[in-house]
């Protein structure tokens, strides 16, 4: 089944910059809209960024200006550039798709949400 693998976290200084990466991998069909989402310590999971198939995108106003999300349809994968990066930033972030066409382990296919296994992002310095 596909699945979504998510890179580029680490420890950043406040006012440096971070790329995320997530890729698909599996017996994808298609991929439609996909977003970040982080978690930090003690709270909600909350959406940061979408952006769908023909590349129109959304963000939280919390990173607007900073933060630039951005996909390679042809290589599956889905990117997340933070600039200016505060401590508030610090989280776990999840890369998602939502409406993910793929096939199961029997063949058959189906629609599914999907979600990476995260990678924390911490801004400190």
């Known amino acids: 089944q596909v699945q979504l693998v998510e890179s580029g976290g680490g420890l950043v200084q406040p006012g440096g910059s971070l790329r995320l990466s997530c890729a698909a991998s599996?017996?994808?069909?298609?991929?439609?809209?996909m977003g970040w989402y982080r978690q930090a310590p003690g709270k909600e999971r909350e959406l940061v960024a979408t952006?769908?198939?023909?590349?129109?995108?959304n963000y939280a106003d919390s990173v607007k200006g900073r933060f630039t999300i951005s996909r390679d349809n042809a290589k599956n994968t889905v990117y997340l550039q933070m600039n200016s990066l505060k401590p508030e930033d610090t989280a776990v972030y999840y890369c998602?798709?939502?409406?993910?066409?793929?096939?199961?382990?029997?063949?058959?296919?189906?629609?599914?949400?999907?979600w990476g296994q995260g990678t924390l992002v911490t801004v400190s310095s």
């Open positions: 998602n798709a939502p409406d993910v066409r793929e096939y199961n382990n029997y063949g058959t296919m189906r629609y599914r949400d999907v």
């Open positions: 952006i769908t198939r023909g590349g129109s995108t």
């Open positions: 599996g017996s994808i069909l298609s991929i439609d809209a």
